[in-house]
């Protein structure tokens, strides 16, 4: 019997293709038609960044080269204020040390396109409902309603945040926990065309943000010249979705907070009013899978907020995760799945958690003078003492340490830099033996115990 993937979004297209080619019998089942036979509905195309992890699972399945070559290089992110003043900060110390900017469709399409290369079925329209693990069949509606049902030897529920596949399978485990956080921000796309020359109308390799606290604009670069654009707000209060209700009050918020962006986006009004308003939440599950029949992957296992652009990343990782416990396991798949959800869940809790730590930092943070100089002090740090010491953000996008790994020396760091940077104002007062006296003392030995490598990820 086939086991049965089902979603065919970017973490069920990228398993597909790597069990295929590990010789397994797969057969992938998706809710929506076949995405490259249409046009994308608009306000629907998000970009993201893909990152070391992202970048480690498909050069793993040999289509990195593939993959790269929809990305646009950002190597840094441009802070746009109030006034319009621009301000860059390099990701790494030269442009090699950069994130990759894809479109969400461009690489779903190509992952389709190269699972159904290896050999791998791929049935549209068909929407997963019920699972009978006793009977081993699932069941699906298919168009027109008619119901289509599949005898399967394992599951692997690629389906997203609100997964069915999910559903049934804590329904089959006693005591299993699901939860659903939604925060209070929703999100809307917008869109820069490319300037009239062709060219990119603002920096094109970097990240822009406009950080105006709770509410923020960010653009990332696609490779036709133009700008993906998401505006961040919340749902209700001041600077709101709920407040935004007319051309007018539009016009003046983004006069007021992204003046800079006014004369690069025509169409913005158009945009606000008629994109779909996405909503941003975390989902945690437990356990991930159910025995040796069922297992859950990407979004599905772990929906996390994007204030990390890892969601993606961190679902690819688990296909590399679940590789690794295969192999290990020599043919005991109950053994490969709990080992799997074991040591892969915690760096879901990690990521998710690392995330809405992101959001709150961007929305309360961003103006505060001690954080931004602390952050100062952290980027100081990995100058001087690489071998020792990585910011936070550098192991989650540029080494494949584990999320919980990160989480937890990203802890010791903060505490380290609260010691040596207390009632300090500028660099050049800090007591960098201390520093590294502290690095020795509390945050090498940790790193010892975990045998993790701070090296940067290579493509
Ligand atoms: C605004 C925004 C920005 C983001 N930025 C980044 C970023 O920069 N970097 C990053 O790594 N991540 C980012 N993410 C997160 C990323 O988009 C997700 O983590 C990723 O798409 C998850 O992939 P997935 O395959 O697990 O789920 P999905 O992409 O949701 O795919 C699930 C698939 O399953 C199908 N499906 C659903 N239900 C059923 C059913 N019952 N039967 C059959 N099929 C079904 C769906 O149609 C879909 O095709 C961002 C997300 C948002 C919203």
Redesign the pocket.
């Known amino acids: 019997m086939p086991s049965v993937i ?8 990228l398993l597909a293709i790597t069990l295929k080619k590990r010789g397994e019998d797969v057969i992938l ?4 038609t076949d995405m490259r036979l249409e046009e994308l509905g608009a306000g629907r195309s ?6 070391s992890r ?1 970048l480690n699972a498909v050069k793993k399945v040999g289509i990195l080269e593939d993959v790269l070559a929809l990305t646009v290089p950002v190597t840094g992110r441009m802070m746009h204020s109030k006034a319009g003043e621009q301000t860059y900060q390099p990701y790494g110390k030269d442009p090699s040390e950069c994130n990759f900017s894809i479109s ?1 469709a461009e690489l ?1 399409k190509l992952l389709m396109t190269k699972a159904e290369e290896a050999g791998v079925e791929i049935i549209f329209s ?4 019920k699972i009978d693990v006793d009977k081993d069949e699932i069941y ?1 509606t298919g168009p027109s309603k008619i119901e289509r049902t599949e005898n399967f030897d394992r599951i692997y529920g ?8 999910r559903k049934e399978l804590l329904n089959l485990v006693p005591a299993s926990k699901e939860s659903m956080n939604l925060i209070n921000a929703d ?1 809307k ?1 917008l869109f820069m065309p490319a300037a009239e020359s062709g060219d990119y109308a603002i920096e094109k390799n970097a990240l822009h943000i406009w950080p105006r606290g709770n509410h923020m604009l960010m653009a ?1 670069p696609n490779l036709d010249g133009s700008f993906t654009m ?1 505006l961040y707000l919340p749902r209700d209060g001041e600077n709101s979705f709920e407040n935004l209700k007319t051309d007018e009050d539009l016009h003046n918020y983004f006069k007021e907070n992204y003046a800079d962006s006014i004369p690069l986006m025509p169409n913005y009004k158009e945009d606000f009013f008629e994109n779909p308003q ?1 909503i ?1 939440g975390t989902v945690r599950a437990n356990p991930w899978n159910f025995s040796d029949r069922i297992c859950l ?4 296992a772990h ?2 907020v ?1 204030f990390f ?7 690819f990782e688990d296909v590399t995760c679940l590789m690794d416990c295969i192999d290990k396991s020599e043919g005991d798949w109950k053994l490969a799945f709990d080992n799997y959800s074991k040591d892969q869940k915690p760096n879901g809790d990690a990521i998710a958690d690392m995330a809405i730590e992101n959001f709150e930092e961007m929305s309360d943070k961003v103006g505060d003078e001690r954080f931004l100089f602390f952050k100062k002090v952290e980027n100081e740090l990995q100058k001087r003492f690489p071998d020792k010491f990585r910011s936070r953000y550098g192991m989650v996008v540029y080494t494949l340490v584990p999320y919980s790994y990160a989480k937890a020396a990203g802890e010791i760091q903060w505490q380290i830099i609260e010691e040596i940077a207390v009632e300090k104002t500028d660099l050049e007062s800090i007591n960098w033996d201390h520093a590294l006296k502290l690095i020795d003392e509390k945050l090498v030995p940790f790193q010892k115990e975990n045998n993790v490598s701070l090296e940067r990820y290579k493509h």
């Open positions: 089902v979603g065919a979004g970017l973490v069920g297209s089942f998706e809710r929506n998000i970009n993201l960044i893909i990152t992202g969400r779903n068909h929407s997963v409902h699906f690629t389906d997203g945040a609100n997964s069915a596949v999100y796309e990332l998401t996405g941003l992957l990407g979004d599905a929906a996390v994007p652009g890892q969601g993606m990343n961190a679902g």
